[in-house]
């Protein structure tokens, strides 16, 4: 049962380079969702996905990108990173119209960038 | 637009006391509400939350939460705090029942 799956876990970067950060789910979630988690801001919003071939940015998607090919992946790019991406990385999801409200989420990412 | 204002970002009580964490919304339309629990190092996951009918909320852990509309308000309380409640909290609030604006988080201490 494994809920959804983010990888890697840890990763250092230098200013500049690119990476990915990784999502499944195998609960057949429509939405699925970037967060980044940062002390004192709580979680915000990266970019989200209501279903296969939709986007969209939420409220801080400046430096990321997203695309969603399948139902059960969401992976996020990290194009060219700085240190203001430092930060705990998390990726839920949630079924869509089923009032359930419940966001699963991942163990979370802890990316830093020297 | 939603929002979230958690007062007291950090909150201690002894064991045995009552857990009171504030949480305070904005919403343009008619809110879902949401409380949601951070374990060290690890994801979320939901206590409780409101979107129609009963205004009074219980949840797992022996959580409760009640939705005043006309205090846009939604704090979180429990009875009894219990060494295993020390963690961070999340308020949240939705338009709908997925994509969630979360508040800044509470961290509780619990005393012995």
């Known amino acids: 049962n494994a809920g959804v799956t983010q990888t890697p876990k840890f990763q250092v970067l230098k200013t500049g380079q690119s990476m990915t950060l990784q999502c499944a789910q195998d609960?057949?979630?429509?939405?699925m969702s970037w967060y980044r988690q940062d002390p004192g801001m709580g979680l915000r919003l990266i970019h989200y996905?209501?279903?296969?071939?939709?986007?969209d940015q939420g409220e801080v998607p400046n430096g990321y990108n997203v695309s969603r090919s399948t139902t059960e992946d969401f992976p996020l790019r990290l194009l060219s990173a700085a240190p203001s991406q430092t930060s705990v990385y998390f990726c839920?999801?949630?079924?869509?119209?089923?009032?359930?409200?419940?966001?699963?989420f991942g163990e979370g990412s802890r990316l830093t960038v020297l | 637009a939603q929002s979230v204002t958690q007062l007291g970002s950090h909150v201690s009580v002894s064991e045995g006391a009552l857990v009171l964490l504030r949480c305070n919304y904005s919403s343009s339309v008619p809110p879902y509400l949401f409380w949601y629990v951070q374990y060290p190092n690890q994801g979320l996951q939901l206590l409780l939350k409101y979107t129609t009918g009963a205004t009074l909320v219980k949840g797992i852990n022996g959580f409760e939460a009640e939705f005043k509309k006309s205090e846009t308000s939604f704090h979180l309380t429990k009875p009894s705090a219990h060494m295993s409640d020390a963690a961070e909290y999340f308020c949240?609030?939705?338009?709908?029942?997925?994509?969630?604006?979360f508040g800044a988080g509470t961290t509780v201490t619990v005393r012995a």
């Open positions: 949240a609030v939705s338009d709908n029942d997925y994509k969630l604006s």
């Open positions: 839920a999801s949630s079924y869509i119209g089923a009032n359930t409200g419940e966001l699963f």
């Open positions: 996905s209501v279903g296969a071939g939709i986007t």
């Open positions: 609960m057949n979630h429509e939405y």
